[in-house]
Every structure is written in C-alpha cells, then in structure tokens.
C-alpha cells in the first residue's frame, strides 16, 4: 500500500481534531478535494501550482473562492506557496 493511502486511511480513522485536517475538511467538497492532491505531491515530492489546483477544483467552488481557500491555508502555515522562476534559453 503507498504511503498516500495509508496516510489517508489512518486520518480517516484517527483523530479529526487536528487543526489542519478539519481545516481541509471544513470546507465541504472542495477543502477535501483540494488536500488530497496536496498530499499526494508532498509524498511524490512534487511541486504543483496554484492554477493546477484551481482548474482541480473548478467543478466544485468559484476560481475565488479557491483562491481565498489557499490563502487561509498559506496564512494558516498549512499550505506553503513558493515562487519559483522559469529560466528560458534563447534559440
């Protein structure tokens, strides 16, 4: 089993208490949703951008709303945003 399932089945049966889960989880639909691709990355050890989690989650809240989500998230210190630069070559 990945490290991914086993870290959602021990928070699905553990203690809910903990502040960045009900975070995530008190945000209906789009919260949860939005914490498994984070999750997921951090264990992959993969980097994902705001757009990335935006078109993710656009079935299920407002481009807005997500963003004001990842903001209380970042203030909350649960979610971490970097800047990274994009260096291009020229031809």
Sequence with gaps: MSKLAKYLISDLQGDSSKP???????????????????????????????????????KYASRRTILGFIHKGVDAKFLEKKIFLMIKEKS
């Design 20 to 58: 960045s889960i009900k975070f995530f989880r008190s945000s209906g639909a789009y919260g949860y949703i939005l914490w498994l691709p984070v999750v997921d990355n951090f264990y992959s050890k993969q980097n994902m951008s705001v757009d990335e989690l935006v078109t993710k989650l656009e």
